[in-house]
């Protein structure tokens, strides 16, 4: 072993953004996946940027190094061989190894993308692996290594490569297809943590003198078996001969018993979430193996935006003085999640930037930090020096809802009202809101924010647009359309740019998944709706056509899921403000005439908390604030909810509990196992489970998207089965989503036919 992490008292961070401040490694994937530049081309921007990266993170006392090109549980799933045979159907790599990298991805014309999901309770999205008995584990990629040693020639003198840990990966993973019933990717450990130890004897000798490996998967609960498998793992690891210093890192929540297996292996050092869980500190010291270790406190939160509390952190991190081996301070995990320098923002609100920390702020947080606890002074700390704008009204308004303002008439009775009123078919046909954002869509937005076009000008645009995608959903024959969204650059910060309370950013992007960057509102104080915001454009797409045109809406646990939250008082009184919000604008769509209005819930299981035990506390509220925001809906008007990308079995009763008449949910990339959730606690409302897979280039053929409608048919009742796709189209082109949504009506009349047959 080498080196240490930082003397006796250091700062660090535990990773970094890698999209680039202004999206460079986005717009490079994206030229080279459409054959506009070549893989030279990539991989001189990922550089640029890593280079960027290390130079930036140069005031610290030890660098991660990671960067990738589009998903770091997808790097382990390369570095390690685990590639599914659908992406080898010769046995072997077809392409370069970047290609293949990229199919998993995004798939391909023959094989479906890896599966996807959310990572932890936070907005990025990881592609899941697949795991069975014969999976190839051998380390088929150095790439780790070679990323060591081009820090080491760019003068950094400390890296740390950053790398999700065996046990981790392995739980994170799901059972392959051709795996036998009731095998565990856990099985395959041993094997894996081998692979791992190669991989730490190749690092050393690149010049890493510690390795981060991410195990957060134990913030959730974990059983018998899978702590010991980590103490296993972990010995093992610390067992290989000349090998870098291992910290294990515990991000986003309360370790529970891991700590003690991890304290007491032979790992160096433990990196701890103390914003998330600051109870934490207070078990530090009933820990004596620590007093051997460094513990890297996480003092500084790496997915909010606020500036720390420097005081508070520095009291903090004083309490584990003498019961650690060294101390060094950080964040409390990757600043993967926050934008690049609010130091850019010029449009923002001083008083709210005067409360505001990036990752280049957060950096400058952790150094002060370092050198206040080496010198034992005090840091100057002006967190909170700006006061959160405040309005009674809408307070008042809050405190004075009552039980029956969450509620609406039984469901029978609604969805009679609704069928007598919309009359629409079995098996209906939709999407879920937007249409491609074509380059002409987002000029206009461009110059009409710029001033170029006036008021006048972007409506007619925009009326042309909507009238386009009207008439090409009622050419391919859907039985419920959308406006398509032309004039929403985002689902959350479209509601955000209308909604008092909110700010939103220029640059303030943060990677997704992939290329998918996101421009997270901040929610930074009291919220209310002055005046209409979707219902003009709502009413005009309506007057185009004869079918019933949904009012689309973003929910309350989405708008705060997806945005920077303000952290001064409860969640779930924030989000009642939100849906109070909305429930004026579906008063106001139905005063136009909207038969459907959908409250988009997307992230629903996204902010459920690691821990089972805290979980009623979290659906209580964000139930209750999508009821609030629905609760007022007449029992003619159907209400939708959206949800996609999340393990639901988790909320399966929650989102029984929204009371949506219909509800529609990713279902195609995961082949409908959202169906034997849904089966077990017997859901009799209306349910939409995707069938076309819109996170991927790929077009499904016909008799694709017939198989999966006729696995839900299995479960849900034509009557109440919806077809449409898993999510929003905005990111595809119109020359897919047009095939694809034809392939889809045509599947889905077929199924109608066979439904209405059954039925006679």
Known sequence: MSGALSGPIGATVLGYPRIGPRRELKKALEAYWKGASSADELAQVAADLRARTYRELAGLDSQPISGSYYDHVLDVTAMVDAVPPRFRPHGRREGTALDEYFAMARGTATAAPLEMTKWFDTNYHYLVPEIGPDTPLRLADETPVERVREAVAAGVTAPRPALVGPVTYLLLAKAADEAPEGFSPLARLDELVEVYAQLLAKLADAGAAWVQLEESAFVADRGDEELAALRRAHDRLSGTPDRPRILVTFSYGDPGPALDEVADSRVDGIALDLVTAPQLADRVPALPALREKTVVAGLVDGRNVWRADLAGALSRAATLLGSVGDLAVSTSCSLLHVPYDVTVESTLDPTVVARLAFARQKLDEVVTLGEALRSGTRPSDAAGSAAVAVDEAVRARV????????????????AKAQQERLGLPPLPTTTIGSFPQTPNVRRTRADWANGRID?????????????????????IGLDVLVHGEPERNDMVQYFADNLPGFATTELGWVQSYGSRCV??????????RPEPITVDWARYAQSLSSKPVKGMLTGPVTILAWSFVRDDQPLGRTADQVALALRDEIADLEAAGIGIVQVDEAA????LPPRRADWAAYLDWAVGSFRLATGGASEETQVHTHLCYSEFGDVIDAIDGLDADVTTIEAARSRMEVLADLEAIGYSRGV?????????PRVPEREEIAALIAEAQRVVPGDRLWVNPDCGLKTRGYEEVEATLRAMVEAARAARLRHRGTRR
């Open 399 to 414: 405190a004075a809802v009552a039980p029956g303002d969450r509620e609406r008439p039984e469901y029978l009775v609604r």
């Open 455 to 475: 008021d006048a000008e972007y409506t007619r645009r925009m009326r042309s647009e909507i009238e386009r995608v009207i008439r090409l959903q009622e050419a």
């Open 519 to 528: 421009r997270p509102p901040i929610l930074h104080g009291d919220v209310s």
């Open 604 to 607: 629903l299981r996204e902010l």
């Open 688 to 696: 939409g489970p995707g069938v076309y897979d819109i996170h991927s």
